[in-house]
C-alpha cells in the first residue's frame, strides 16, 4: 500500500487565492511526522512545514497551513493568498518511528501547482 | 539556516564511465545522509541511508556495486554511479539530518546525463 497519496497531479489557482494541496498517508505508528517539500523547477527541495502525530494544533508557517485530521489521515497543505512564485511541485512526505532512530522519509508523488496571473 | 551542498549541479559523461556525487553539510554534522533518485516528473525514491563510519543501508532494488556510497566524516557523503549507462541518466539529491532532528536539509541535486 501506498505510505503516501497525492491525488492531484495538477492544481491551478489564480494569484491572491487560496488554494489546497491534498495529501492522505498510511501508517500504524503513532509516532510520525509529515512534511512538506516545494521542488521548483531547479530541482531544489525546499522544506515549507511539518507537523507531528502528536502535535495538538496544526502547524502553520507563514502563508502555509496544514490541514491536519488526524482521524482521516490526511494532512493537506493550505497555501492562502498564491503568488506567481509559488508555481512549483509540492511534495508530501512521512517519516515513521519519530521517537526512534528511524528516519527514512518517504514522499508521496507530488502536484504540480500553477499559479495565474 | 542550514545549508547542504552538492556537487557537480550537473554532470555529462559516456557509458562506462564512472561519476562521482559530493554531498556536504556546511554548517552542521550531518550524521545521517540520504540519497535519493528522481526521474523526470517522478517522485524521489530513497536509495540508501548512509550514518558516519558506517555502510550505507541500501533500499530493495538499488545495486550496492551499481550506487556506491561512502560517508567518511560527519559532513560529506559521496555517490559513486559506477560504469554509468544511459539509463543511469536521473536527477540525484542528497538528504543530510543532525541528528535525530525532524529538520531535513536537502542539496540542490545532480542531473546526470549518460551518453
Known amino acids: 500500500a501506498q505510505k503516501i497519496t497525492q491525488t492531484q497531479p495538477g492544481m491551478f489557482v489564480q494569484e491572491k487565492e487560496a488554494v489546497t494541496l491534498d495529501c492522505t498517508y498510511d501508517t500504524s505508528d503513532p509516532s510520525y511526522g509529515l512534511f512538506w517539500y516545494k521542488q521548483p523547477s531547479s530541482g531544489e527541495m525546499i522544506f515549507l512545514i511539518y507537523q507531528g502525530s502528536y502535535d495538538q494544533q496544526n502547524a502553520t508557517e507563514g502563508r502555509y497551513s496544514l490541514n491536519f485530521q488526524k482521524a482521516r489521515k490526511s494532512a493537506n497543505l493550505v497555501i492562502s493568498a498564491s503568488q506567481l512564485g509559488d508555481s512549483a511541485m509540492y511534495f508530501c512526505a512521512m517519516r515513521e518511528g519519530m521517537n526512534t532512530g528511524f528516519q527514512k522519509l518517504v514522499f508521496g508523488t507530488g502536484t504540480r501547482l500553477l499559479v495565474s496571473p | 539556516g542550514a545549508v547542504v551542498s552538492q556537487h557537480p549541479s550537473r554532470v555529462i559523461c559516456k557509458s562506462g564511465t564512472s561519476v562521482k556525487i559530493e554531498c556536504r553539510s556546511l554548517?552542521?554534522?550531518?550524521?545521517?545522509m540520504f540519497w535519493y533518485r528522481q526521474f523526470p516528473k517522478q517522485s524521489l525514491m530513497l536509495m540508501a541511508t548512509?550514518?558516519?563510519?558506517?555502510?550505507?543501508?541500501?533500499e530493495q532494488g538499488v545495486e550496492k556495486d551499481k550506487f556506491l556510497i561512502n560517508h567518511a566524516s560527519l559532513t560529506l557523503s559521496t555517490l559513486t554511479v559506477t560504469s554509468a549507462h544511459p539509463e543511469d541518466s536521473s536527477f540525484y539529491i542528497c538528504s543530510a539530518s543532525e541528528g535525530q532532528g525532524t529538520k531535513r536539509y536537502f542539496g540542490a541535486g545532480t542531473r546526470l546525463s549518460v551518453l
Open positions: 548512509s550514518n558516519e563510519g558506517s555502510k550505507a543501508t541500501y
Open positions: 554548517d552542521f554534522q550531518a550524521t545521517t
